[in-house]
C-alpha cells in the first residue's frame, strides 16, 4: 500500500529531475549562478529519491520479517 505512494513520489521526482536536466541541456540558464542553482535542484532531488527508494526497500525488508 504504501509503496505504492512512494513510487508515485519517486516518479514525480524522476519528472522534475528530467525536465531541469532537459532545461539544463537546452541552455536556459541565464548566468552561471542560475545554472548551479538548477544543478544543486538536480542534486537535491536525486538525493531524495535516494532517501525513498531506501525507506521502500526497509519497508519492504521489515515486511518479509
Known amino acids: ?9 519517486v516518479k514525480q521526482l524522476d519528472e522534475k ?3 531541469l536536466q532537459e532545461a539544463v541541456g537546452a541552455g536556459a540558464a541565464k548566468d552561471f549562478s542560475e545554472y548551479q542553482k538548477m544543478c544543486g535542484e538536480v542534486q537535491g532531488l536525486l538525493t531524495a529519491r535516494l532517501y525513498i527508494t ?10 518479509d520479517d
Do not use: A, H
Not at 1 to 9: A, E, K, S, T, W
Not at 54 to 63: A, G, P, Q
Open 54 to 63: 531506501d525507506l521502500r526497500k526497509n519497508l519492504e525488508s521489515s515486511d
Open 17 to 19: 529531475v528530467g525536465r
Open 1 to 9: 500500500m504504501i509503496g505504492n505512494y512512494l513510487d508515485r513520489v
